[in-house]
């Protein structure tokens, strides 16, 4: 029995001495919250994080605007994906051949788009004193120019700017900003190439994450809805390269019926400017209207009407109805939605709106209207 008690002394382990416990003294009363200082106090901390924090996204503002393009781009090009996958290819071949097929057609605009650029800078040019001499020779123009002298104005500025050399230069500050923005481009283009790379090849594994944040019990609902909002975000990148690309047809058809030079290169320009919401087709209708001057002035007028014309029946018929098949929202929400994104954040949140409007029409009829209806 004594060998047993000696076997299981050696065996068990030791306890633990307790440690001594320090006095620190009595502890005093709490904190009073309702106290003025306390208030003001916390108050001003908020109002210092707040401060902090918008600077530093102020001064982070470009990086944020290159990433929400990138993400906006990465779930636009989600639906080819998902398309390619469905036909049993692994993601990484899916997101490969989407990928490739963008920067060829990229490739393909700069081979057709670039070298008539230069052939019809170089022709508006050349041309440039025949056309001011045809508008001195219009009765109702030369009695204007008399008054106010815009024609003669205008030719000494392009005097000028022949003379010096500062047609383009002067446009982007000098020969240091022809280069800091030629740089500052390419690696804005480069960085979202990259980026939307990595989001269209993380793009499921990275909601999956976003999704585990909600309650479990709620998990699968907010799943469905947040696939459903990329893919109406997808939907819309492709209605606007459908509207686009019918922008695109309609400007070939046009140049062939005014006999414009470059009308294939005309119709791949519109077909990306058009894409750029609000001021797109102002920028292709200046294009086109200045190829249709180096040709004849009524060509010019004709071409500016015929183009507005075309943007009215765009804007008030094609867009509403593609929009509303392809997002389920009224055509007035997007036209609305559109000038409210433009107003507030320019570029990226024109091409923002309309997907999130349809976001929110889509969380309006899961959660708020049953919500209203049940009350």
Known sequence: MAQIK????????????????????????????QHPFYFGFLAASGALVAITVLRALQSASQVFVLIIISLFLAMGLNPAVEALQSRKLKRASSVAIVVISALAMVALFALIVVPPVFSQANDLIDSAPQLIDSL????????????YGFIDSLEKKFE???????????????????????????????????????????????????YRLAPASRRERV?????????????????????????????????????LPYAAALGMVILFVALIP?????????????????????KALLAILIYTLYVQIENYVITPRIMKRSLSIPGLVTIVAALLGTSLLGLVGGLLAVPIAAAVLLIMDEIVFPKADNS
């Open 223 to 259: 799943s469905r809805i947040g696939d459903a909002i990329i893919s109406r975000v997808g939907a819309f990148v492709g209605s606007q390269v459908l509207i686009a690309a019918l922008a695109a047809i309609f400007v070939f058809f046009l140049s062939l019926g005014l006999a």
């Open 6 to 33: 000696r076997v299981l002394r050696k065996v068990t382990p030791k306890s633990p001495q307790a440690k001594p416990v320090e006095d620190f003294g009595i502890k005093g009363a709490p904190l009073n919250t």
């Open 278 to 298: 609000l001021i797109g087709h102002f920028i292709g209708a200046s294009i086109v209207t200045l190829v249709a001057l180096t040709q004849s002035p009524t």
């Open 160 to 210: 000028t700017w022949i003379s010096d050399g500062q047609l383009l230069t002067g446009a982007f500050g000098g020969v240091l900003g022809v280069g800091r923005t030629v740089l500052s481009g390419a690696f804005s283009a480069l960085t979202i190439m990259v980026l939307t790379l990595y989001f269209l090849a993380s793009l499921p594994s990275v909601t999956k994450i976003f």
């Open 136 to 147: 001195r020779n219009n009765n109702t123009l030369n009695q204007l120019n008399q008054e």
